[in-house]
């Protein structure tokens, strides 16, 4: 079986826990209130914006060889530079106060997710984060242009406050593919067990940004877990 695959079946549990998540589910369906998608859109912007910064790390702590992983950060770098702004531009159409957010902190869950990275890139392998990239990308997929769609029928607001998710929904598909080329030519063992740690963790960790968003009046407390 492909790494791909495997990478998929070993963390296909994770994946569903995090799916099922009360906030998740009422944002693909559109059922959330404007304060809910604010800070949506907070947490995002706090996470996001350390993407490159995680990307330039993960490089600069690679080998020289193999060169397709090097060259990889590369396009990966140059597809996600300022995608923190679109965020940014999102919440302002929304009338919420990008100045804000941009200086304000994250939440716990959040901070601990990227904090998780760091850690992993810097003291486990640089290779391991693509088990983040994983769980970020293959969930904007699943959920970013659908949710975006039904928020905005539900919200009544403009297109210009979803330029993040109906962008990473279209974008996420082609960056999957890649990915999947991608982790097919990890070979060495020892590294795709820890790229499925990674994304297992991160499962978890991103689940909980999700977890403390809050929730519409129309979802029922007692889901939350």
């Known amino acids: ?22 906030q998740l589910q009422a944002g693909a369906t559109g059922d959330i209130n404007l304060e809910a998608y604010i800070a ?12 490159v910064p995680l990307l330039m790390a993960c490089g600069s702590r690679l080998p020289q060889e193999p060169r397709w992983l090097r060259d ?22 929304c009338g919420g106060d990008a100045e804000a957010v941009r200086h ?16 992993t890139i810097e003291r486990i392998n640089p290779i391991a984060f693509f088990g983040m990239v994983l769980v970020l990308e293959g ?26 998710l109906t962008s990473h929904g279209a974008l996420d598909i ?8 991608l982790m097919d030519k990890v070979i060495e063992q020892q590294s795709q067990q820890q790229i499925i740690h990674c994304a297992r963790m991160m ?7 999700f977890r403390n968003l809050p929730l519409s009046k129309s979802i029922n407390q007692e889901n939350v877990q």
């Open 72 to 93: 990889a950060i590369i396009d990966y770098i140059d597809e996600e530079k300022g995608h923190e702004e679109w965020i940014l531009n999102d919440i302002s159409a």
């Open 139 to 164: 969930t904007s997929i699943k959920m970013a242009t659908q949710a975006a769609t039904l928020i905005q029928k539900n919200l009544q607001l403009p297109d210009q406050a979803f330029s993040y």
């Open 40 to 51: 949506f859109l907070t947490e995002a912007y706090h996470h996001v914006k350390h993407t």
């Open 1 to 22: 079986m492909k790494f791909y695959n495997t990478l998929c079946d070993a963390t296909e549990q994770q994946r569903q826990k995090l799916l099922n998540i009360p």
């Open 203 to 209: 499962y978890r960790l991103y689940g909980d940004i």
């Open 174 to 181: 082609e960056h999957m593919k890649f990915y999947e080329s």
């Open 104 to 119: 304000g902190q994250p939440a716990a869950a959040t901070e601990l997710m990227v904090a998780y990275a760091y850690h």
